[in-house]
């Protein structure tokens, strides 16, 4: 809603501010050993923050000639500095320098941000926000939530519980994980762009199949070597399927509520699953995977379904 009534780049700048002012916060708290105050700042940024960056520059994307690209070049250029971010992070963390750091290049990032061009629409703010409240009563885009709802279920909790698998069952030490993360950065870094320009429904699909079929191979394989491939072709999918469910969805009006309700969807069912995923870990990581994919075939039934109502 802020995102169709007010401007896009303010809302960017003026929570950029404010993660800055949390990071700054996060640095003197941690300095004192402030604990609750520290928790409370870093609760703050990790969930609310994102949100609404998130929404405000998905709708700047959409608004490109070819979304899909465009979202996928986002990505590529946004995973490059996570190359060199975790390493320097993490010798820095340990006084606190890294939050004090990071408060600054925000800082600098809001300016930048200020420079944004925003397309601007031709009827007024009031009309904009009653036309994509409208957009909720359109079928596709429900059946296109159900779908992100019943893939967050997946995509959620699996970087969580792939850790601990990996450990468990292929037997990776902490160079075999620091390696595929390496891997998955790099994926990220290359995949995007090249997905972003096919941006074929048909391709969408095989990223469904692919992720299920992914999944499923991960609970017969027992070798440290398959197990990590199945775990990048895991990447990959997901990848995929990213760049070109944001590029369907972006072809339907309704701009920031549209953005955020999808937001709000995986969100919520990101909430739902982690603590689910991990007792039902424990009880047996055959049966969550094979409920992995039988999500997967929802979700996929659903994202077809909304295409057959779709254009």
């Known amino acids: 809603m802020l995102a169709d009534k007010y401007s896009i780049r303010l809302i960017l700048f003026f929570f950029t501010i404010v993660a800055s002012s949390l990071n700054f916060s996060l640095y003197f708290g941690i300095t004192y050993s ?3 105050f520290s928790l409370a700042c870093i609760i703050l940024n990790l969930g609310l923050i994102p949100t609404f960056i998130s929404v405000a520059s998905r709708v700047i994307i959409a608004e490109s000639k070819r979304p899909a690209q465009t979202y996928g070049l986002f990505l590529s250029v946004a995973s490059i500095p996570s190359i060199i971010g975790p390493f320097l992070g993490s010798f820095l963390v340990s006084n606190g320098l890294s939050f004090l750091i990071s408060s ?3 800082v600098i990032s809001a300016v930048l941000r200020l420079k944004i061009v925003e397309v601007k629409g031709t009827i007024n703010t009031e009309r904009r926000i009653v036309s994509a409240l409208r957009q909720l009563k359109q079928t596709r885009l429900v059946i296109l939530s159900i779908s992100l709802g019943l893939f967050s279920l ?3 909790p699996d970087s969580y519980i792939l850790i601990i698998y990996s450990v468990e069952h292929f037997g990776f030490d902490k160079t075999t994980l620091g390696i595929f993360y390496s891997v998955q950065t790099l994926l990220y870094t290359v995949v995007p762009p090249l997905i972003g320009r ?4 048909k391709i969408l699909i095989s990223a469904y199949t692919l992720e299920g079929v992914s999944f499923y191979l991960l609970t017969v394989t027992k070798t440290t070597i398959v197990g990590f491939l199945m ?4 990447v990959f999918s997901a990848i ?3 760049v070109l469910f944001f590029g369907e969805v972006a072809k339907i009006g309704g701009r920031g509520v549209k953005f955020g309700i999808l937001s709000g969807i995986s969100s919520s069912s990101t909430a739902i699953t982690l ?3 991990g007792y039902l870990y424990q009880i047996s990581s055959t049966l969550l995977f094979y409920l992995y994919v039988l ?5 996929l039934l659903a994202f077809i379904i909304a295409l057959y109502k779709g254009s």
């Open 34 to 36: 402030l604990r609750d």
């Open 104 to 106: 600054f290049v925000n």
């Open 154 to 156: 997946v995509a959620s």
């Open 198 to 201: 096919i941006a074929s429904r």
């Open 231 to 234: 775990m990048a072709l895991l």
């Open 240 to 242: 995929a399927w990213e």
């Open 275 to 277: 603590a689910f995923s």
């Open 295 to 299: 999500f997967i075939i929802l979700s």
